[in-house]
């Protein structure tokens, strides 16, 4: 086959009310999210998976699937307000521990951080079956290492985690009155816990979550 034969200007790509279709049966037949480059891969040359999925997510607005960003990717989720109706079908899971769930919430707020950084916010050692406990529920992974002597590696959270909870980024954690009002809290953190374990309501949103970029390094 020649590259002539290849040309897309010969072959031109399909219109985009196709290329609508195109991505939704993609996205609807997988099993994770999806990344545009993803869904770029599996569609025709010369398709613009961007624009199409602009224009579905538009048709999908309002309806009771809709299309979610989670993270860098995409995927077709329940309407948010219609919850409920699963509720019946909803599995309940075992309850972390609560030096998982402080551990879990150390990572999500104060990515990367270090195993070390965790265990001096938390004041107490963090034990590698809490480590390797939040691992296996893919809820956090390992980072980058650190660019400092021993070169520690740091843990970060998981697309599955913003997944899970039905957030976009990690931007969109809710602040301790949140929690707490949700149920998540049942009692007040110890006071020099309260500011590094949970944002502040009053910081500035724009304020980064993670570190300088130029403090780590590939693993």
Known sequence: MTDESLDPQRFPPPPLPEQERMVEAVLFASAHPMSLREIAARLPRGCDPAEAMQSLCARYEGRGVQLARVGDAWAF???????FLMQESMVESRRLSRAATETLAIIAYHQPVTRAEIEEIRGVAVSKGTLDQLIELEWVRIGRRRQTPGR????????????????????????????????????????????????????????????????????
């Open 77 to 83: 989720r329940t309407a948010a307000d219609l919850g």
């Open 152 to 219: 520690p590696v740091t843990f970060v959270v998981t697309e599955t985690f913003l997944d899970h909870f039905g957030l976009e980024s990690a931007r969109d954690l809710p602040g301790l009155a949140e929690l707490r009002a949700a149920g998540l809290l049942e009692s007040r953190p110890q006071a020099a816990l309260a500011p590094t374990l949970f944002r502040d309501e009053d910081a500035d949103a724009d304020e980064p979550v993670a570190l300088a970029d130029d403090l780590f390094e590939d693993e």
